[in-house]
């Protein structure tokens, strides 16, 4: 899932990421012409005055970060979360469901096991810098080799980690609960197969939830992993500077997106896990 997810939607997160670090007006008010210059500077950096294939190479920097990332995130998230939710439900699930009643009680417990398990990827965040660096500031990691920066860096590489983990926890309860709240909607629950419609309007719904839950968040996130090695910035400084510089709405940069595309491929790869999930546990227990 997470290769397939990489080498389809790397470009889009890239738009994503650069409009989030974006720090200036992108819409001019009655200027058409302004948006789109801005929205082309913001998008394609050096590469704006270049033509279609030009632009086109500009968005795959931190591919290989990426795909490290990616990878190892995937197998880690949605493989996990369902050990964590079989945990829950041997220790709580009783309690959960005589107080919320069957439906709410699964989807509180899988949305529980998803923000558990999101506050933990926190472990991979080295990567994701690197490749949120690679993307939107890459003059940071020029001429530096990846153990250089691992060596020097060290826990710079983690700078972020509180923001990272407000942003997981909701966003993964959210990506969780709302897949297993639309399956229960259906008339599946955990030991059903979904078919392949049933788990893509499962995903959606909980891949709109989780990233418009988690979009301010991730604004915050992204920026302070924007930032160059040698100049920081904490979150609250970033909030402050957002409220005051570009207003309330700048914490949705890249949220249009992210929405239209990332959305789907959050779908995709959320999707493709839990059919080869599937597929693999029915292998074994044969």
Known sequence: AGVAELALFHPVDTIAKRLM????????VGSISTTAHNINHAIFRDAAAGGVSS????????????AAYKILQRVYKFGGQPVVREWLNKKYGADMQSEFGPKIGKTLTSALAGSIIGIGEVALLPLDMLKVKAQTSPECLRGRGIVDIFVKENFN???GWGWTMARNAPGSFALFGGNAFSKSLMGLDERQ?????QDAIASCTGAVASITVAAPLDVVKTRIQNRPFNSPESGASIIGNIIRREGPMAFFKGLTPKLLVVGPK?????????????YFTRVLEK
């Open 157 to 159: 590489l983690y700078r």
């Open 266 to 278: 959050l779908v995709f790869s959320f999707t493709v896990a839990q059919h080869t999930i599937a």
């Open 55 to 66: 632009k086109a190479a500009s968005l795959f920097p931190g591919i290989g970060f990426g």
């Open 193 to 197: 197969q979904a078919t392949w419609t």
């Open 21 to 28: 670090t974006s720090e200036t007006q992108l819409v001019a």
